[in-house]
């Protein structure tokens, strides 16, 4: 069964500064990979996707992940954090063919920035 | 366009009551998935839909269960509410396999 670990359950960066939250996942096959963004009492927007080819992938709002195999990760970067990218984020693994479907997530990470 | 439309947004119940919650996909979508989500915890996945045939189920009881209808909507039914039931439910809509894009959810409380 696959699962996703984020390890970073809190993380506090400044204004301005630089980010990576970290994902971890475990998947016998080829991973099809996700990070979301929610925020307070609203649902979950697509931030970018991994289905395979290049291993950096662009987003939205400035985002990029970079997918590495050999350590099972997929890490979400910004390079200027700004304060509405204060939110809960969520790396999530899809599942075989359906591959944006069955969602498998981590716990979240939650991003606070200081001014 | 419209999003994913879910309704109610928020519903108290008391438990052992049954509860229906509704979603409406985005024009064009014709898989609805449904997630739980527990306060401070990830969305679990509980069900997918395509084409009105449930294509996954997740580690849930049988006391839910869904359906989807010929317009695509859904809805989600849980019976003999327990105080563990208390989450917000998204549901999410898209293609086969494409990214699924999330309603705002419903938050259901059990007293």
């Known amino acids: 069964a696959q699962s996703v670990t984020q390890p970073d359950i809190h993380i506090t960066v400044s204004e301005g500064a630089s980010l990576e939250l970290r994902c971890n996942y475990s998947?016998?096959?080829?991973?099809?990979l996700f990070w979301y963004v929610q925020s307070p009492g609203q649902g979950l927007q697509l931030l970018l996707k991994?289905?395979?080819?290049?291993?950096l992938v662009q987003g939205i709002k400035g985002f990029e992940a970079e997918f590495k195999r050999s350590q099972s990760s997929f890490n979400l970067r910004k390079p200027s954090v700004h304060w509405s990218d204060a939110a809960e984020y969520f790396c999530a693994v899809g599942r075989g063919h359906n591959a944006g479907n069955m969602l498998t997530f981590g716990g979240g990470t939650r991003l606070m920035v200081k001014p | 366009d419209a999003g994913v439309t879910q309704s109610p947004t928020h519903l108290i119940k008391t438990r052992g009551q049954h509860v229906t919650l509704r979603c409406s996909p985005i024009?064009?979508?014709?898989?609805v998935s449904w997630y739980q989500q527990v306060l401070g915890q990830g969305p679990q996945f509980i069900f997918q839909?395509?084409?009105?045939?449930?294509?996954g189920r997740g580690n849930f009881p049988d006391r839910f269960s869904a359906r989807q209808f010929p317009n695509y909507s859904s809805e989600l039914n849980v019976n003999a509410l327990l105080l563990g039931d208390s989450a917000l439910y998204l549901c999410?809509?898209?293609?086969?396999?494409?990214?699924?894009?999330f309603g705002d959810g419903t938050r259901l409380s059990i007293l």
């Open positions: 999410a809509s898209g293609g086969l396999n494409q990214p699924q894009h």
């Open positions: 839909y395509y084409e009105k045939e449930e294509r």
């Open positions: 998947y016998g096959a080829t991973p099809y």
């Open positions: 024009s064009g979508h014709k898989s």
């Open positions: 991994y289905f395979s080819g290049d291993t």
